[in-house]
């Protein structure tokens, strides 16, 4: 079993910056895509960008240059929001995907999300 927590999430004004972790804990696991995920009440979640175990970047377009999602290593993964705007509210959520060791099975998990609210 993989557990997933975010953290960093908070209330901004319109043009601050906020970085977001996601932390991965467990043992004999290897993750090999990490993906963030904001859903706004009553709407479903709605993909933000990924990063691959090889570094790879994929970014939604309304994100694209205020956005960047880095790893610090095999268990951490940030999202470094800048330039902030209200339709960036929601909750962030963060998506793992790998493979098991033991089982070598494949995962997929969530973390419980971190609220971003952001002010005009």
């Known amino acids: 079993q993989v557990q997933v927590a975010e953290s960093g999430g908070g209330s901004v004004q319109f043009g601050d910056s906020l970085r977001l972790s996601c932390t991965a804990s467990g043992s004999m696991f290897a993750i090999t895509t990490w993906a963030w995920y904001c859903q706004t009440p009553g709407k479903q979640r709605a993909f933000v960008g990924k990063?691959?175990?090889?570094?790879?970047t994929t970014y939604e377009d309304s994100v694209k240059g205020r956005f960047t999602i880095s790893r610090e290593n095999a268990k951490t993964v940030y999202l470094e929001m800048k330039n902030l705007k209200s339709e960036d509210t929601g909750v962030y959520y963060c998506?793992?995907?790998?493979?098991?060791?033991?089982?070598?099975?494949?995962?997929?998990?969530w973390g419980q999300g971190t609220q971003v609210t952001v002010s005009s």
């Open positions: 990063i691959t175990s090889g570094g790879a």
């Open positions: 998506n793992v995907e790998g493979v098991d060791h033991r089982s070598t099975r494949t995962f997929n998990f």
